[in-house]
C-alpha cells in the first residue's frame, strides 16, 4: 500500500503491505489488517458467516462490506435484528407467514429471507433466538429451503446469511441456550471484531476517517487525541463517533474549529484505571506513537502529500520524515 520509496531500509512490519481499509471500515493495527485480509477472501466467496464482537465494533458494517464486495451486490441487503423483534413474532420476521398463520395475521406477509432473495440477509443478535425456532434456522441453512409460518410450500433459497451476536456463542451453546448443529452451521466461517481497547493504534486513524465523514474542516489538538487514546471505550467505534459528532456540535461554526480535550466531555470516571500493569514505558510508548500518526498524517494532507514541503514546514530532515511515515504505514498520495 504504502509508496514510499526508500532505497535503504526494507518495511520491518510483515503486514505493511496489507490493505488497511475494507469497505467502510478502516483499521491499521494487525488484528484489524488480519480481519480485513479474511474479508476479502471470504467476500469472494459465497460462505456463511458469523461475526462476534462487543457492541459497536463494527459488525454491521462488515456485513455490508462484505455484501458489497461480492457477487451479490446489486441484489437486497436486508437486515434483521432479532433483538429488536418480539420473540412470538421472530419466525414470521424471519420466514414470513401466510394468512391465519396465527392469531392477528390477517394478510400474508413476506419475511426477511424473502425480501433478501438474492441478495445478503443479516441477522443482528442471532442469541436471541429462541431454542424453539432454531430448528427453522437449521434447515433453511442446510436444505436451502425456506417456508412461512402456517405454509406447507418449501421455496427454495439464494441467500447469503450473515449472522452476528455480542455474545460468546459457543458459551450459549454449552449453556443450553443454543443449538451446537445450528451453531456450527453459522460459524462455518467465524470472525471475531477486536474491541477499540485491544486496538488503540488505530483511534487516530479511525479518528480522521470520522471527522472527514463528518464534513467540514475541524481539527483535533494533540491533547484531545491523547485523551482519546486513553479512554476506556465500552462502547467503541459507535462511542468514538458519538463522542466526536458532540464535539463537533460544540464548536463555533467559523473560525478556527479546533476540538480540545475539554470538548470530548469525556469524565475522569469513565477513563481507565492508569494501565500502570503495562509499565511506564509501554504506556507512553502507545501514546507517543499514536500521536505521532496523528501529527504526522495532517503535516502530510496539509503539505498535499508533498513530502519535501511537509519536511520544510514540519522541520524535519526529510529521509528522517520519510522513515517515519513508513514506520506508520502513512500513504504519501492521500496523506490519509
Ligand atoms: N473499523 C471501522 N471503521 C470505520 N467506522 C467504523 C468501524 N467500526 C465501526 N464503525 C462505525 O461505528 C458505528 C458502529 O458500527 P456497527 O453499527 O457496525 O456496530 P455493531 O457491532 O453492529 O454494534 P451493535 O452490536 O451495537 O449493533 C457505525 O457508525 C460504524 O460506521
Ligand atoms: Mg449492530
Not at 456485513?63 to 451479490?72: D, G, K, L, T
Not at 453459522?186 to 479518528?207: F, G, T, Y
Request: aromatic share 4%.
Amino acid at each position: 500500500m504504502s509508496n514510499i520509496e526508500s532505497p535503504t531500509e526494507k518495511p520491518l512490519d510483515p503486514l505493511a503491505s496489507e490493505p488497511s481499509r475494507f469497505g467502510d471500515l478502516v483499521g491499521t493495527s494487525a488484528p484489524m489488517k488480519e480481519l480485513f485480509a479474511i474479508l476479502a477472501r471470504v467476500a469472494a466467496s459465497d460462505v456463511g458467516m458469523l461475526i462476534e464482537g462487543e457492541t459497536g465494533t463494527g459488525k454491521e458494517l462488515v456485513a455490508e462490506a462484505i455484501h458489497a464486495a461480492s457477487a451479490r451486490k446489486g441484489k437486497p441487503f436486508v437486515v434483521c435484528d432479532l433483538a429488536g423483534v418480539t420473540r412470538s413474532l421472530i419466525e414470521s420476521e424471519l420466514f414470513g407467514h401466510v394468512r391465519g398463520a396465527f392469531t392477528g395475521a390477517d394478510r400474508e406477509r413476506d419475511g426477511a429471507f424473502a425480501q433478501a432473495a438474492g441478495g445478503t440477509i443479516f441477522i443482528d443478535e442471532i442469541a436471541e433466538l429462541e431454542p424453539s425456532a432454531q430448528p427453522r434456522l437449521l434447515r433453511a441453512l442446510e436444505r436451502r429451503q425456506v417456508k412461512p409460518v402456517g405454509g406447507s410450500v418449501y421455496r427454495d433459497l439464494d441467500v447469503r446469511v450473515i449472522a452476528a451476536t455480542n455474545r460468546d456463542l459457543a458459551e450459549e451453546v454449552k449453556a443450553g441456550r443454543f443449538r451446537e448443529d445450528l451453531f456450527h452451521r453459522l460459524a462455518v466461517m467465524k470472525v471475531r471484531l477486536p474491541s477499540l481497547r485491544e486496538r488503540r493504534e488505530d483511534i487516530p486513524l479511525l479518528v480522521d476517517h470520522l471527522l472527514q465523514r463528518a464534513g467540514g474542516n475541524a481539527k483535533l489538538a494533540p491533547e484531545a487525541l491523547a485523551r482519546l487514546v486513553e479512554h476506556g471505550w465500552p462502547g467503541n467505534v459507535r462511542e468514538l463517533k458519538n463522542v466526536l459528532d458532540r464535539s463537533l456540535s460544540l464548536l463555533p461554526p467559523e473560525g478556527e474549529r479546533v476540538i480540545t480535550p475539554e470538548l470530548l466531555g469525556l469524565s475522569d470516571a469513565a477513563a481507565p484505571p492508569a494501565p500502570v500493569d503495562e509499565g511506564f514505558r509501554a504506556a507512553k510508548e502507545r501514546v507517543v506513537t499514536a500521536w505521532e500518526r496523528a501529527w504526522l498524517s495532517r503535516l502530510l494532507s496539509d503539505a498535499r502529500g508533498n513530502v519535501t514541503r511537509a519536511a520544510r514546514v514540519g522541520r524535519l530532515d526529510r529521509v528522517h520524515l520519510y522513515r517515519l511515515l513508513r514506520k506508520h504505514n502513512i500513504d504519501v498520495r492521500g496523506g490519509q
